[in-house]
Nanobody, 118 residues
Framework: QVQLLESGGGLVQTGGSLRLSCAAS????????MGWFRQTPGKEREFVAK????????YYPDSMKGRFTISRDNAKNTVYLQMNSLKPEDTAVYYC???????????WGQGTQVTVSS
């Protein structure tokens, strides 16, 4: 089993920055992605960013490019999401995800709240 522990959410003013962290523990995989999604009440979970663990290749939807940066620390089994120039519409619960390319298994963290005040 895999455990994903997120941290770093909170309240920030418009234009501010936050860095989210997600530490993975438990079972290991040889080929997987880690990423971030976000969700607001009444809406579907939205893809924010992901990184291929063994190559460091990053992926973003066009709407997230420029303000959000995903990175990883292999030694700590941790993925980060640096969020800059935050806007009120970035307010959401942010979820960490690990997706195995070998088994197809997908794991989720418990979520961390990000609130951007106007």
């Amino acid at each position: 089993q895999v455990q994903l522990l997120e941290s770093g959410g909170g309240l920030v003013q418009t234009g501010g920055s936050l860095r989210l962290s997600c530490a993975a523990s438990g079972r290991t995989f040889s080929n997987f992605y880690m990423g971030w999604f976000r969700q607001t009440p009444g809406k579907e979970r939205e893809f924010v960013a992901k990184i291929r663990w063994n190559t460091g290749t990053t992926y973003y939807p066009d709407s997230m490019k420029g303000r959000f940066t995903i990175s990883r620390d292999n030694a700590k089994n941790t993925v980060y999401l640096q969020m800059n120039s935050l806007k009120p519409e970035d307010t959401a619960v942010y979820y960490c995800n690990l997706n195995s390319q070998v088994t197809g298994a997908s794991y989720w963290g418990q979520g961390t709240q990000v609130t951007v005040s106007s």
